[in-house]
């Protein structure tokens, strides 16, 4: 069962689609880009960076670790994986390398499911200039039964939540950490569940575990927006 758990956890394959369409003009070009005050100067946090991968060269370097030959380590037998590779998602982890390789091919997602990825707006963060962040708005159709979960009676797709990606090298193009963060739990049709747990999830099949569930408020927190609330109420009613 962890086993499997984390096998379905750590979403052996991420095709990847490419996909172009070529951007037409909408005379934007003249206009000047907006600066917030806020906003890093990334390209001056790159020129201060010791971190020797360019950040085109590492979005470039993280795509070939997710093409379907190196699968992030499991389909290349984890040789672009650093030795103290981490796997650390929202609820998994942290899991370390052998643990991770070993977990493989137990059942895989993609034998069940059609899964688009949709992923999307690779960037190199200008505070950890040696990790990318990306996103996947994924959805996936059930094709073959999946944890007690008949084809016939799951016809809607799942729709996943957006979920943030991350990965991490070190100096040499090797990956030291890799996991993900669902985004917006409002989204889709998995319970805002990601990961394997959303397939789960999203077949009517929930593991069960607290984790593999909704989020739910707890009481505490409940009775604080409540106490909020009524507090709204005593004070209109002064008013
Ligand atoms: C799933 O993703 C594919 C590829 O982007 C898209 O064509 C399809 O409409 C999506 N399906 C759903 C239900 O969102």
């Known amino acids: 069962m962890t086993r499997q758990l984390f096998t379905v956890l750590l979403l052996a394959a991420f095709p990847l689609q490419t996909c172009?369409?070529?951007?037409?003009?909408?005379?934007?070009s003249n206009k000047i880009p907006i600066t917030l005050a806020d906003e890093v100067d990334t390209a001056q946090a790159f020129a201060l960076s010791s971190f020797p991968i360019?950040?085109?060269?590492?979005i470039q370097r993280a795509k070939?670790?997710?093409?379907?030959?190196?699968?992030?380590?499991?389909?290349?037998?984890?040789?672009?994986?650093?030795?103290?590779?981490?796997?650390?998602?929202a609820v998994v982890g942290p899991i370390k390398k052998d643990a991770y390789l070993n977990a493989l091919g137990t059942f895989k997602l993609e034998d069940s499911f059609d899964i688009h990825q949709n992923l999307f707006g690779f960037t190199v963060s200008p505070i950890q200039p040696n990790r990318v962040y990306w996103f996947s708005h994924a959805n996936a159709t059930l094709v073959a039964d999946f944890a007690?979960?008949?084809?016939?009676?799951?016809?809607?797709?799942?729709?996943?939540?957006?979920?943030?990606?991350?990965?991490?090298?070190?100096?040499?193009?090797?990956?030291?950490e890799f996991g993900f963060y669902t985004v917006d739990r409002q989204y889709g049709n998995?319970?805002?569940?990601?990961?394997?747990?959303?397939?789960?999830?999203g077949v009517g099949k929930p593991l069960?575990?607290?984790?593999?569930?909704?989020?739910?408020?707890?009481?505490?927190?409940?009775?604080?927006?409540?106490?909020?609330?009524?507090?709204?109420?005593?004070?209109?009613?002064?008013?």
């Open 64 to 89: 070939q670790v997710l093409a379907p030959d190196v699968g992030i380590g499991t389909k290349d037998g984890g040789k672009c994986l650093a030795d103290d590779f981490e796997f650390c998602a």
């Open 148 to 176: 007690g979960a008949k084809v016939e009676n799951v016809k809607e797709p799942l729709v996943f939540p957006p979920q943030c990606f991350h990965m991490d090298f070190d100096a040499n193009g090797l990956v030291t």
């Open 20 to 28: 172009c369409f070529s951007s037409t003009s909408t005379g934007s």
């Open 190 to 201: 998995t319970g805002g569940l990601g990961g394997a747990f959303g397939f789960f999830y």
């Open 208 to 239: 069960p575990i607290r984790e593999a569930k909704p989020f739910k408020p707890s009481f505490k927190f409940r009775l604080i927006q409540w106490v909020g609330r009524m507090g709204e109420k005593l004070q209109k009613n002064k008013t």
């Open 54 to 58: 360019q950040p085109d060269d590492l």
